[in-house]
């Protein structure tokens, strides 16, 4: 009964009443994380191997309007699987984000398909994985791959948003404890790690230039760390100005050092998809027998250290989006929650916590505390940045026998990376460039 929601269950107080916001959205999360992990454990080696035992996922796979082409089967069926996946996950979030548009509150009969009937969507869900297996590779692994790469873009660019707006509220935690007591204790620890952050960057930094480039070549590599250091070096020193402080007092290298860490991350995120085994060490090459290897070594996994810190980052900024809203009104804007819904306001419930910190509110009579749609489009974008996340940005060549990094995808990633330098810079000027508008 708590599966197909809180009316019929006899036991309502073990069930989410009406005011299930929170709940809704965590279980949506988790359909996604059961996801992750069925894909994480389709590209372990020894199931890999036998995925050509699954009904369908096999057969006709090289079909083609009709025409049966000869395709290795064994080729990346890892690959393939966790693209199947993908595209399940991405279309399951697509059908919720498609009928949950203008949803103001919960009465509107379609919020109860939203907070409730869990066991159906569960079901749903399994549908379209079931049916996903079906389709003939073709051109779905080409096609499929760049929605993967603009899902992804976006993805990380809400990614920064986070990021930036998590170093604004934790610079302005501190230090409005600071100006409450112990002022001493809370100044040594935000310097402390700011000193951390930084000191993390320069090291990653320094590694990046020695294990990424050469004195002679790798010309892209060497010009990708440079431009991401000197646009580091210039945020850092904006962000400490004597206009930018009068404008934003809790303005600080705290909130530079974070960023600066994260753009050191994606450009190492970057530099492993150079297809350049010379200046890639770290390079995965991938043949139809389904071995890896980096240069003479063979791997026991398929996926490097870059696509396991870019997990975790997904998962936190995953849970962020389902969990909790912002301090600042203008990230609520963007993000369609809390302040920015059509209930928000002292009779909708939204609870604020001791220190400041305001969590999602669960009452949407009124007015729904999220934008349902919007929700379900992050879902589909962290989804397909996921999917490739776990395949390493890589795919298959015309004949589908060779495993390749593009450079499609060092470009999105550094592309990304500036983009998120200019969005924190952009945070620092505002007021300047703004005065008439409110950005406390």
């Known amino acids: 009964s708590c599966l197909c929601g809180s009316a019929p269950c006899l036991l309502c107080g073990c069930c989410p009443s009406a005011k299930n916001s929170t709940i809704s959205r965590l279980i949506f999360t ?13 590209i372990i080696p020894g199931v890999e191997k036998e995925l050509h035992k699954l009904p369908g996922f096999c057969e006709g796979s090289g079909s083609v ?3 049966q082409s000869k395709v290795d089967c064994s080729s990346f069926l890892g690959h393939k699987a966790v693209y199947r996946m993908g595209f399940a996950m991405a279309a399951f ?4 984000a498609l009928l949950m548009v203008c949803v103001r509150s919960s009465k509107d009969p379609r919020a109860a398909l ?3 009937f869990w066991f159906f969507k569960f079901l749903v869900l399994v549908g379209i994985t079931v049916g996903a297996f079906y389709i003939p590779d073709g051109a779905f692994t080409s096609v499929w791959f760049y929605f993967g790469v603009v899902g992804s873009f976006l993805f990380i660019l809400i990614q920064l948003v986070l990021l930036i707006d998590l170093a604004h509220s934790w610079s302005q935690s501190w230090l409005r404890n600071a100006d409450q007591g112990n002022a001493k204790g809370w100044y040594a620890a935000l310097c402390t790690i700011t000193f951390l952050f930084y000191a993390a ?11 990424y480039t050469k004195p002679e070549g790798c010309t892209e590599g060497k010009a990708f760390i440079s431009i991401n250091l000197i646009l580091c070096l210039v945020v850092s020193v904006v962000s400490i100005l004597p206009k930018i402080q009068e404008a934003q007092p809790h303005s600080g290298l705290l909130q530079a050092s974070l960023i600066t860490l994260y753009t050191i991350y994606v450009t190492w995120s970057a530099l492993a998809n150079v297809p350049a085994q010379r200046c890639n060490p770290t390079l995965l090459l991938r043949n139809s027998t389904g071995s890896a290897t980096t240069g003479t070594q063979p791997l026991t996994t398929w996926w490097d250290a870059p696509s396991i810190v870019g997990l975790v980052i997904f998962i936190l900024c995953t849970l962020f989006i389902s969990l909790r809203s912002s301090d600042h009104p203008q990230v609520n804007k963007l993000m369609l929650t809390e302040e920015s819904g059509a209930g928000a306001g002292a009779g909708a419930g939204g609870d604020t916590e001791e220190g400041g910190v305001r969590r999602a509110y669960d009452n949407e009579q009124d007015g729904v505390s999220y934008s349902y749609t919007f929700f379900h489009l992050c879902l589909l974008l962290a989804a397909l940045y996921n999917m490739m996340t776990l395949t390493n940005w890589y795919r298959p060549d015309e004949t589908l026998q060779v495993l390749s990094s593009p450079w499609t995808a060092v470009w999105v990633k550094i592309c990304s990376s500036w983009a998120g330098l200019l969005l924190y810079l952009w945070t620092l000027v505002a007021p300047l460039l703004l005065p008439d508008r409110d950005f406390s």
């Open 114 to 116: 939203q907070n409730g």
């Open 30 to 42: 988790f359909f996604l994380f059961l996801g992750t992990l069925v894909s994480i454990i389709m």
């Open 93 to 96: 979030f697509c059908l919720f």
């Open 201 to 211: 960057s320069i090291a990653a930094l320094v590694l990046l230039y020695v294990y």
């Open 65 to 67: 309007l009709g025409l």
